[in-house]
């Protein structure tokens, strides 16, 4: 089907769109890479009469180290991320969930941006910007805000983000001493996460000194897994140790039966997933 119609406007700079979503309010949307969008305006489920395309304004691309922050670009696209020297090396989790979002094209147009602001309950990136304690940055018409990552997924395909405002960066501090991993279960079709888990771990001499844990796909919206987080603080990186982390791993997750599985069926994969996430991640250093 296709959508219904609309104007399409394509602002230079941070402040046009601004001022076109001040002008149109609640009839503009924003418009990144379009791959939630565009079908949701096919299928109807969104009307805007007015798209503000940010593809063409400067500034909300690109990745870089800033003060002891890895600094991404809200339109930088998941290809961009998956293949960054700067990602792969400081917050490689992040790498691993963009080279598994959906196939080369959605990799190629969609943005990290979109994405989070999306808040699509299945999307791969939630999981991994809590784990990383990541912050959202926002530019609205009375200047820039920064979103810390825990107040930043609200509900169902909602955020902290104003329907004035506009996510401009994403930054993550540099940590070292980490080891990093993302495990989904993908849905055969979309490669959307059925349930997905990030973890990252700082580690001294085999001991987890903190432990960082986000789960993704079971819930409304991706959740910080905070008893699997306890569990873990302090203990030897071993099997058992690792095991009964896990077994936390759907404390705080509002688990959803959907077309996908029960609630235990998804409740067991949380924990499965989590299990491979630490597992991996503990590897890794
Ligand atoms: C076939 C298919 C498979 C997919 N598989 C996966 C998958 O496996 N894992 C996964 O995580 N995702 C998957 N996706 C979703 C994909 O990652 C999208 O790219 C992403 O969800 C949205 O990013 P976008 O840049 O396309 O945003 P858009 O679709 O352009 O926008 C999405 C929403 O965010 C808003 N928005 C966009 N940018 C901003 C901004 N800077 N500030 C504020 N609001 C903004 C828009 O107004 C809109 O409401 C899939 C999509 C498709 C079509």
Redesign the pocket.
Known sequence: MYPAAFDYHAPSTVREALDLLGKYKDDA???????????AMKLRLSRPAHLVD?RKVSGLTGIKEEGGAIVIG?MTT?RAIETSSVVTGKCPVLAEAAA????PM?RN???I???L??A?PA???PACVIALNAEIVCEGAKGKRTIKIDDFFKGLLTTA?GPD???TEIRIPAAGNLGQSYKKF?HPA????VVGVAAVLTLDGGKVSKASVGVTGAGTHAVRAKGTEAALAGKAADAASIQAAADRAAEGVDVQADLQGSVEYKTHLVKVFARRAIEAAAAKK
């Open positions: 949307k924003l418009l990144a890479g379009g791959h939630s969008l565009l079908p940010l809200a998941h598994m979002v959906g196939d959605v147009m969609g943005t941006g979109g994405s602001a999306h699509d999307a791969d990136y983000v405002e506009i996510v993908p979309s490669r959307f996460a």
